[in-house]
């Protein structure tokens, strides 16, 4: 379960660790995030084909929180109509990026939703996929076209890319680059200046890093880390990813999650034996928390993620 490539693996997760599964039955798991509730807290995550949000409790286990989740339209829509990756805005309310409504929303105090984006001057999001929170309220995330029914070669595309967008906390939307094929998850390293976006396309299974401008732009792409030759020989592809205290990056991708120096040397992987779409920091912000395919998973580890 722990593939050890270096030694200094040893100081980021115990040579003992071991997966555990708290959940399971799950059509395609996705989009963790831990819930603060007083001494205790809460997962959610997404169960994308479901339409679906599930909530999972220590000592109670899953239930279903919310449904629909990402696709509230009255005729079948595809294989992946809810939401994907779920996130807190700094109010703690609920953002989720939704695939059949190709829009973010959030949750509202009151129990309502409110579409923050759904369009790219005036044409329609393809399907947000991840997202990450700026410490100054700035969104920032995917838009590949996994969420639409026929996915890139869908009629109802109305852009001719997959975009990394920044939603300002005022509400304006700002193509940051459409140089990826398939960007997908999404994260800043601990001082917000360099930020992390993988890329799922099995031609070239790649995460990459841009610095981050003053005004919230990016700089130029740098190639992170490079799993091209592991597709089809692991299951998975570069996918949800998320960043510790000390800037090391646990990505999803070929095998399970990988963990990478913030130079980008890959120390090891714990290996899942699915296909792992994404990760997250839960309970003291060191037990890091994995959606496997049909599985909700967890693991200890000995660092805290990143905002903890």
Not at 186 to 207: C, G, H, M, N, R
């Amino acid at each position: 379960q722990r593939h050890r490539l270096d030694p200094a693996l040893d100081e980021l997760i115990d040579q003992s660790a071991r997966i555990e599964v708290i959940g399971d039955g799950f059509i395609w798991a996705e989009g963790p995030v831990w819930i603060k509730q007083g001494k205790g807290g809460y997962l959610l995550f997404s169960d994308i084909p479901r339409n679906s949000i599930m909530k999972w409790q220590e000592g109670i286990g899953v239930s279903l929180f919310m449904k629909p989740s990402g696709y509230t339209g009255a005729t079948p829509y595809g294989n992946e109509p809810g939401s994907n990756g779920l996130l807190l805005d700094q109010k703690g309310r609920l953002i989720a990026c939704e695939h059949g409504d190709r829009r973010l929303s959030l949750l509202t105090q009151a129990g309502g939703k409110r579409t923050l984006v759904d369009n790219y001057a005036g044409k329609r999001l393809n399907s947000p996929n991840d997202a990450c929170v700026k410490s100054n309220g700035d969104i920032y995330f995917t838009d590949p076209p996994y969420g639409l029914p026929n996915r890139y070669q869908d009629e109802r595309r109305e852009l001719d890319f997959c975009g990394v967008y920044r939603l300002s906390k005022d509400g304006e939307l700002t193509l940051l680059t459409k140089e990826m094929t398939r960007p997908n998850g999404i994260a800043f390293s601990p001082d917000e200046k360099t930020l992390y976006v993988a890329q799922s396309d099995p031609k070239a299974a790649i995460w990459k890093t841009f610095p981050v401008k003053s005004d919230g732009t990016l700089g130029t792409g740098k190639l992170f880390a490079d799993a091209t030759v592991n597709v089809g020989k692991l299951p998975g592809l570069p996918d949800g990813l998320k960043v510790d205290q000390k800037g090391n990056v646990w990505a999803t991708g070929p095998g399970g999650v990988s963990i990478f120096t913030p130079e980008g040397k890959l120390l090891g992987r714990i290996s899942t034996g699915e296909k792992t779409a994404n990760c997250g920091w839960g309970n003291d912000g060191s037990v890091l928390y994995l959606t496997a395919d049909m599985y909700i998973c967890r693991i200890q580890t000995k660092v805290k993620g990143a905002g903890w």
